[in-house]
């Protein structure tokens, strides 16, 4: 499992909770966007069932009750039709940002630090869930809500949280998650592989789905690095020095994949999908393929036509 990362001194860890926290307005800005892009790009995937809102008119069936006949619909024609509403049970999404210090690390192919795309990700899926009528809530600090400023109050409680100075997990911590609900985990998995089975296992056993979204910098991924470097874990501060860096890229990529493929694998056990995410990408690309993830794998999922984000929005929670 790779431990070092080429990265600059460690900073006191309260002042870089504190300079994460004061970029939050700008990330939020950042997740709207990044949701009123996608947004497009989505087509409801609508399907019947309890609820007021009407949906369709279909063909009456033999497996049909006489008093779900639309009786003024059917009148002068010869088919007899049912009246469809729309389902309208709220799914509720839990969310988990790893803001560790390992994910502070940002190298000079990306613009943002691991941490920071996280939070645009998972805030920009909590916008396009809550627009589609979803209950999100971000795990340990937000209860699940369908209201519109939902994403807002999770940036002010994360906001506190990381002002706070408490240490931030890697993994969700031990909560408990409602039976089929959906936990959707954004973190670069670097933590042994025992914890992070763990971590996973917890949630599974509550019988909840989970969607596992690896952030990592290009270069954790190519090692682009040659001569002398100083590689310094960011969770531990332990320095090491290679004289040629670049003798150390194949073993190095070999240890990385052979970690993300045992992460993968036991995701493939719980049947969760995995996205990995570089943050030299743009984030539409990862939230669209989310999306389409939970919509299509999840059957009870559901995925309403979501209203797009407008500038009164992203100034509304600009100002938080």
């Excluded at 984030?283 to 979501?306: F, I, N, Q, S």
């Amino acid at each position: 499992m790779p431990q070092h990362f080429p990265a600059p001194a460690p900073q006191d860890l309260e002042n870089t909770a504190h300079a994460l926290a004061t970029r939050l307005p700008a990330l939020l800005i950042e997740a709207n966007r990044a949701a009123h892009t996608v947004a497009h790009g989505i087509h409801g995937r609508r399907r019947a069932g309890p609820g007021e809102t009407f949906w369709q008119f279909r063909h009456y069936e033999s497996t049909d009750t006489a008093t779900s006949i639309d009786w003024r619909r059917s009148a002068g024609s010869d088919h007899l039709f049912v009246r469809e509403r729309e389902w309208e049970a709220a799914h509720t999404v839990w969310l988990w940002l790893d803001l560790s210090d390992s994910m502070g690390f940002r190298s000079h192919l990306a613009a943002q630090t691991k941490a920071e795309r996280a939070i645009v990700l998972g805030f920009a899926m909590a916008e396009l869930l809550i627009q589609g009528g979803e209950r999100v809530g971000l795990l340990g600090l937000t209860p699940p809500s369908t209201s519109r400023q939902g994403v807002h109050r999770m940036a002010v409680a994360l906001t506190k949280q990381l002002r706070s100075g408490s240490t931030m997990p890697s993994l969700p911590p031990s909560a408990r998650i409602s039976r089929y609900a959906n936990c959707m985990v954004f973190s670069d998995f670097l933590d042994p592989i025992e914890d992070i089975q763990n971590s996973l296992q917890r949630i599974a056993d509550q019988n909840a789905r989970g969607h596992l979204v690896q952030v990592l910098d290009p270069a954790e991924e190519t090692l682009p690095y040659d001569g002398r470097v100083e590689f310094i874990a960011s969770e531990t501060g332990e320095r090491i020095t290679a004289e040629r860096a670049s003798e150390l890229r194949e073993q190095y990529q070999t240890r990385l994949h052979a970690h993300r493929a045992e992460v993968e694998s036991f995701a493939r056990k719980l049947q969760w999908p995995f996205l990995c995410h570089h943050t030299d990408r743009p984030a539409e690309e990862t939230l669209l393929a989310l999306h389409t993830r939970m919509a299509g794998l999840d059957k009870h999922y559901r995925a309403k036509p979501v209203r797009p984000a407008t500038e009164a929005d992203l100034s509304e929670n600009a100002g938080g």
